[in-house]
C-alpha cells in the first residue's frame, strides 16, 4: 500500500520570529507529524529553515524561492514554484496553515484563513497588500477543498462574505503555549522590581498596530490614572507591525507616558512572567480572528479586559470585562474595577482559570487532523 503524501507551506516557521500563525503552524505541525508516521510530510519553505522544524523522520524539507513576503512575490511563489514543487512531489494533499494555495495547481488542497481583517478594516493594510487579500482570498477559499479557521466568528465571516458553504468549513480553536501558569506573589513582585519599578502594571501582548486599538489604551490608562491617582504602569509587549506613527504621536501626547514601558518583542519565556504579573491584560482590540493572548492571560490566573466585538466576546467567553473599544470610559473603569476590587479579580481569575480549559494545542491539532483527513 502506497504512502500518503501531504505536502505543507511552512514559510511562516522562522527561527526567533514565530508570531501568531507561526506558533499555529508549530504547535499543530509538531503533533500532527509525530502523531502520524504513517504518512510522509514535505514541508515547504521560502528560505533557509532551522532543523528544530523538522519534527519527525517522516518530514522532508524542500526549499524554494523566492522568499515570499511581498505581494508579487507571493505570487510568483505559490503559483509559479510552489505549482512546479506540487508537480513534482505529486502530493495526496497540499496543506497551507496561512491562508494561501496555489490556484494553478492540481492537487487538492487545505487552507487554514485565521480572519478576514483585511474587508472590515482595509485602511490598517498595506495597499499592495490589501488588494492581493481582497482578490485573491474569495478564490482561495472557493477553490479549497477544506477550510479550517479558529472561531465561529471567522467561519461566519467567511460564509457571509464570500458565500462559502458551512460544510466546507471546521471550526479549530487555537491553544495556547503550556508555559503560561500562574507565579507565587514572590515571583510576581520579582517581575514588577525587574519591569516596573516595583509598581503594579497592565499590560498589552501583541503587534503595535491601529487594529489592536493602542490609541484607545493610551488615552483610557491616562484617564485611568488622572481619575482615581493610580500609581500603575502600563507594559506594551509586542513589535512595531506598520501604519505605527499615530500611534506614537498619541503616545508622546500622554499626560502619563513616563509610566509606559515599551518592551518591544519579547520571548515566551519572558511574555509569560509579565503576563502573570500583571493587574490585567488590556485587550480590546477593534477586530480580532481569535485573540491567543486572551488564553494565555488566562492560564497565568490574569483578569482579563476585552472587547465586546468580533472574536474576542467568543474567545473570552465569561471569564473577561468586555468594554466596547471605543468607549474610554469604559476601558479606564474596567482597570479601576479590576485594581480596586479583590473579590471581582478573584472571580474573574477564576472564571479564566476555567474557560481556558477548552483550549489547548493537543486539541488543536486533533481538531485540525480530522479537519484535514477528510480531504485524504
Known amino acids: ?57 517522516n518530514v522532508q524539507p524542500i526549499v524554494i524561492g523566492p522568499p515570499a513576503r511581498h505581494p508579487i512575490l507571493w505570487y510568483i511563489w505559490f503559483e509559479f514554484s510552489l505549482r512546479k514543487c506540487l508537480s513534482e512531489i505529486k502530493p495526496d494533499l497540499f496543506f497551507s496553515p496561512d491562508g494561501y494555495l496555489s490556484l494553478s495547481a492540481s492537487c487538492p488542497q487545505h487552507i487554514v484563513i485565521h480572519d478576514l481583517a483585511f474587508e472590515h478594516y482595509p485602511m490598517f493594510v498595506p495597499y499592495l497588500a490589501r488588494k492581493f487579500y481582497q482578490y485573491f482570498t474569495p478564490k482561495y477559499a472557493d477553490k479549497a477543498m477544506r477550510i479550517a479557521t479558529v472561531s465561529n466568528f471567522t467561519k461566519d465571516d467567511i460564509v457571509r462574505l464570500y458565500g462559502i458553504q458551512e460544510g466546507k468549513i471546521d471550526v479549530v480553536y487555537n491553544g495556547a503555549n503550556e508555559l503560561y501558569r500562574p507565579l507565587s506573589e514572590e515571583e510576581r513582585k520579582a517581575v514588577q522590581g525587574e519591569y516596573s519599578d516595583g509598581k503594579k502594571y497592565f499590560i498589552y501582548n501583541g503587534a503595535i498596530h491601529p487594529r489592536k486599538n493602542l490609541k484607545n489604551i493610551f488615552l483610557a490608562f491616562d484617564m485611568y490614572k488622572g481619575k482615581w491617582g493610580s500609581d500603575c504602569k502600563l507594559i506594551v509587549a509586542g513589535r512595531k507591525a506598520w501604519q505605527f506613527a499615530d500611534i506614537f504621536f498619541s503616545y508622546e501626547s500622554m499626560k502619563h507616558k513616563a509610566d509606559v514601558v515599551f518592551t518591544g518583542h519579547v520571548s515566551q519565556a519572558v511574555l509569560h512572567k509579565l503576563m502573570a504579573s500583571a493587574e490585567a491584560l488590556l485587550y480590546v482590540s477593534l477586530f ?89
Open 288 to 376: 480580532e480572528g481569535f485573540g491567543i493572548p486572551i488564553v494565555e492571560a488566562m492560564q497565568c490566573g490574569t483578569p482579563i479586559i476585552a472587547s465586546n466585538t468580533t472574536a474576542t466576546a467568543e474567545t473570552s467567553g465569561d471569564a473577561a470585562i468586555k468594554v466596547s473599544p471605543e468607549d474610554i470610559d469604559s476601558i479606564a473603569l474596567a482597570m479601576h474595577s479590576l485594581s480596586e476590587n479583590p473579590d471581582m479579580r478573584k472571580e474573574y481569575i477564576q472564571r479564566g482559570i476555567e474557560h481556558a480549559k477548552k483550549y489547548s494545542w493537543d486539541i488543536t491539532a486533533s481538531k485540525l487532523w480530522d479537519s484535514i483527513n477528510k480531504c485524504l
Open 1 to 57: 500500500m502506497n504512502r500518503k503524501k501531504i505536502a505543507v507551506n511552512t514559510r511562516f516557521l522562522i527561527e526567533n520570529k514565530l508570531e501568531g500563525i507561526g506558533w499555529f503552524s508549530y504547535e499543530t505541525l509538531k503533533r500532527i507529524t509525530i502523531a502520524h508516521p504513517e504518512i510522509d510530510f514535505y514541508f515547504i519553505f521560502d528560505r533557509p529553515y532551522d532543523a528544530s522544524f523538522i519534527f519527525s523522520k
